[in-house]
């Protein structure tokens, strides 16, 4: 494991280059949750004196990340510069592998989308879908007219479980062949990039941390529809990813003991009663399997008032009560997020029906957020959450005990001044 943070051992550490290294990043992490915002601003969020933000700031500026922008009247004395994010201090790509299709973006440092492109995945072989997503990559890189050392890396999510860059897609539907690919250490060799890979919920979850629900909420869980459902978990502003890469897999939970038989093996699985699966199956007939259902179908039927699905409604909001009973009861968040690739008629509607929620122990003393809302970005990009992950391991205090670390080609990547200034090296590991 060679991705180095210097930073990375506070709190045995002495090392001066160490401290100067995290007291950088988390100015850049203040200007980039709250800027344009003021030296002395940061200065009291942050805890440093003026002079110490001043040239923290300095360095942050001859490197790229930061600039100023306007000043700002005050009641005394000169007008306060501004201090926000350049956009252009990088750029990273973001890949997300979705049932039928992929999409790919290229975003700026500020996530604004700079290239996009979609494809459809005819054949879903690993190393087809990888040669695919390698032009993808190549693709957004001629359109951007941006060059690789611009680039920190790449995202890419996966509906399945990650475990050392390989991941473990659906082997019922997809085969075995994509049981433990190597994903990332492939697509490094195809882009010349560093790449990272995570589960679609799990991304989801970083990117409502960096740019939705995460400015209000310490700690969420983010509800993630897919075909199936799971989970992305927030404690405390960093994500969390379990052991092994499967925490937040609430689609497996049991909710019904004995109940309706799941792929996993298990009887009851949350999945089973809540999904976009299940409610696919109400309405699919014989001639075609749920994921052969359009989103756009059910959504039809939803307006329309279909008996089917309004069956399925009120029986898979009362799973989803249980559900966050249950996610309350284990973890104590601010607020469960819901979202993902569900038809937004059918999320109203399952929120609807799992209203009123079960009894929360916990006295929530005048939360000024819900038990249950919907995510605010969504769904339709998660690509954008995949092209977080490279800022998000950046932003991440411990990045170097991150299970993303392990992911490796062993090659060799450029080096980049920008990250180096953050004490981050993602050029070898
Ligand atoms: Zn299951």
């Given at each position: 494991m060679n991705l180095r943070v210097e930073g990375d051992r506070t709190l045995s550490g002495t090392n001066l280059l160490q401290t100067r290294a995290l007291n950088r990043r988390a100015v850049f992490d203040a200007v980039r949750r709250s800027g344009p915002v003021t030296r002395a601003e940061l200065?009291?969020?942050?805890?440093?004196?003026?002079?110490?933000?001043?040239?923290?700031?300095?360095?942050?500026?001859?490197?790229?990340?930061?600039?100023?922008?306007?000043?700002?009247?005050?009641?005394?004395?000169?007008p306060a510069v501004e201090l926000s994010l350049d956009p252009t201090g990088g750029y990273s790509i973001g890949l997300s592998l979705a049932y039928?299709?992929?999409?790919?973006?290229?975003?700026?440092?500020?996530?604004?989308?700079?290239?996009?492109?979609?494809?459809?995945?005819?054949?879903?072989?690993?190393?087809?879908?990888?040669?695919?997503?390698?032009?993808?990559?190549?693709h957004l890189l001629e359109k951007s007219k941006l060059r690789r050392e611009n680039i920190w890396g790449i995202g890419c999510s996966v509906p399945g479980t990650v475990e050392n860059g390989a991941f473990w897609y659906d082997k019922v539907q997809e085969g075995e062949e994509w049981e433990t690919f190597p994903l990332a250490?492939?697509?490094?060799?195809?882009?010349?990039?560093?790449?990272?890979?995570?589960?679609?919920a799990t991304v989801?979850?970083?990117?409502?941390?960096?740019?939705?629900?995460?400015?209000?909420?310490?700690?969420?869980?983010?509800?993630?529809?897919n075909l199936g459902v799971g989970g992305g978990l927030v404690l405390?502003?960093?994500?969390?990813?379990?052991?092994?890469?499967?925490?937040?897999?609430?689609?497996?939970?049991?909710?019904?003991?004995g109940g309706r038989l799941c792929a996993c093996g298990s009887r009851g699985c949350l999945e089973q009663y809540l999904s976009f699966y299940s409610a696919a199956e109400t309405v699919c007939g014989p001639s075609r399997t749920p994921d052969e259902v359009p989103?756009?179908?059910?959504?039809?039927?939803?307006?329309?008032?279909?008996?089917?699905?309004?069956?399925?409604?009120?029986?898979?909001?009362?799973?989803?009560?249980?559900?966050?009973?249950?996610?309350?009861?284990?973890?104590?968040?601010?607020?469960?997020?819901?979202?993902?690739?569900?038809?937004?008629?059918l999320l109203e509607g399952l929120i609807a029906a799992a209203s009123p929620l079960l009894p929360n122990m916990v006295h929530r003393r005048a939360s000024p957020?819900?038990?249950?809302?919907?995510?605010?970005?969504?769904?339709?990009l998660p690509a954008l959450g995949a092209a977080a992950l490279p800022m998000a391991v950046v932003m991440q205090p411990h990045a170097s005990g991150s299970a993303w670390a392990s992911t490796t080609s062993g090659l060799p990547m450029p080096t980049n001044p920008a990250l180096a200034a953050l004490g981050i090296d993602f050029s070898s590991r």
């Open positions: 200065a009291q969020a942050i805890g440093l004196t003026v002079q110490a933000i001043s040239n923290i700031a300095f360095e942050l500026e001859s490197a790229g990340l930061i600039r100023q922008q306007g000043k700002r009247a005050g009641q005394r004395g000169q039928r299709r992929v999409i790919g973006v290229l975003v700026d440092l500020t996530g604004e989308v700079v290239a996009s492109e979609a494809r459809e995945l005819v054949e879903r072989e690993p190393d087809v879908t990888a040669n695919v997503l390698g032009r993808l990559v190549s250490a492939k697509l490094e060799e195809l882009t010349g990039l560093r790449t990272f890979v995570e589960n679609d989801a979850a970083i990117g409502e941390r960096l740019y939705g629900i995460g400015r209000v909420a310490r700690s969420f869980f983010y509800l993630h529809f405390d502003g960093h994500h969390y990813r379990g052991t092994f890469g499967g925490a937040g897999e609430i689609g497996h939970m049991i909710v019904k003991p989103g756009e179908e059910l959504a039809a039927y939803c307006r329309q008032g279909d008996p089917r699905l309004v069956a399925w409604m009120n029986e898979a909001g009362q799973y989803l009560r249980i559900a966050i009973r249950n996610i309350e009861a284990l973890f104590d968040p601010d607020t469960v997020v819901i979202g993902g690739g569900l038809p937004a008629e957020l819900p038990r249950l809302m919907p995510a605010e970005h969504a769904s339709e």
